[in-house]
């Protein structure tokens, strides 16, 4: 069973950068799949990037591919999330997921079983 922590939210002024943390206990193996979601006030649950714990290339949702990376110290147990040039409209609670095993449907809440608690980011002047 997989403990998810994230950290790393705050308020950041529009075109600055941000990195997220998602500390990960519990891993047996390296065979999990782990992704960030975001949910804004008043929208659903939305995907935003994910990674097989044992490499191969990271999935990001289209309209964020540029701007944020996914990646993983294995030593550390961390997911992180970069986020450059941040948007008012990247404004939301972010979401650390996992799961055992990779789910080629990697963009649905319904992929993963295990979800943090979640970390504020709020983007504004």
């Known amino acids: 069973q997989l403990q998810l922590v994230e950290s790393g939210g705050g308020l950041v002024q529009p075109g600055g950068s941000l990195r997220l943390s998602c500390a990960v206990s519990?891993?047996?193996?390296?065979?999990?799949?782990v992704a960030w979601f975001r949910q804004a006030p008043g929208k659903e649950r939305e995907f935003v990037a994910a990674?097989?714990?044992?490499?191969?290339?990271?999935r990001t949702a289209d309209s964020l591919s540029g701007r944020f990376t996914i990646s993983r110290d294995n030593a550390k147990n961390t997911v992180f999330l970069q986020m450059n040039s941040l948007r008012s409209e990247d404004t939301a609670i972010y979401y650390c997921a996992g799961r055992v095993g990779w789910n080629v449907q990697y963009w649905l809440t319904s992929a993963y079983s295990y979800w943090g608690q979640g970390t504020q980011v709020t983007v504004s002047s």
């Open positions: 519990g891993r047996t193996s390296n065979n999990y799949g």
């Open positions: 990674m097989r714990w044992a490499g191969g290339s990271p």
